[in-house]
Every structure is written in structure tokens, then in C-alpha cells.
């Protein structure tokens, strides 16, 4: 996706993650990076993987170059996912109260709700489920 065109986007969805969130828009985009399936499985899962996006805070989001998120909403809400993430990292607001498991299990479960909000607020009858991860910070 052209620079132009991407940062109109990110601006747009910035502005739809302000109005389902407490979040406001970011000083700093992050740097977003459409690339082939296997460069993400690669990078981030060191094989095989169903994962379509990531976010890195020191690299930016990785998303599968095949989602059309200009024409589906449902595939521009993964971009949100991520987006929700770059603001989480940039925010601060989850500092060092809580351990990493639980920061990423806040997290995580926050992003799913804010991309289910944005669908719904497009209209979009798909779902994300909440992952349920609170025993895995246990023990």
C-alpha cells in the first residue's frame, strides 16, 4: 500500500479506535509493513502459524499482504487488533503494576474487545471471541 494512502487509512482507523475507546490518537504512527504469509510465520511463530498480523513495538505491524483491509472490514479489523496494540505500548497506561503475563493478558483481551466494538460500529456481524487466559498467569 502506497504511503498516502495508508496514512489516511491509519488516521481513519486511529479516529474509530478513539471513538469505541479511551484511547486518543497516537504522537507517532507506527510503521505498518504488508508482507507475504510465510515472512510473518517466519518472524514471528518459527514455522507454520494461522497468525495474519503482529505488532512489535520496536518494528511496527507485520499484516498479510492478502488482507484487503481498504474493502473488508472484517480483514481492516485485524489492522485495528494491531493498531490497538501500537496505542497500549505508546500509552503506557498498563505499566509495571502488573507482571508481563497479566500486561499481556490485559492486553490481548482489550484489543479483541476494542476490534469487536469497531465491527460493530461498521456494522459487521463477525465476532472475535475473547481468549480466556487468566489461568496461564497463575503459578
Known sequence: MDAAPLSSLLTEL????QLVSGYGIPERMPEVHFVPQQIIQEKFCNGPCRIRAVYQPEMGVYIDERLDVVHNTFERSILVHELVHHL?????MFGASVSECERAT?????AYEIQNR?????????RMPLPRFARACSG
Not at 469497531?118 to 463477525?126: A, R
Request: charged share 30%; proline share 0%.
Open 88 to 92: 497500549q505500548a505508546t500509552s503506557g
Open 14 to 17: 486511529f479516529t474509530a479506535i
Open 106 to 110: 490485559h492486553d490481548e483481551r482489550e
Open 118 to 126: 469497531y465491527l460493530s460500529s461498521m456494522k459487521d456481524e463477525h
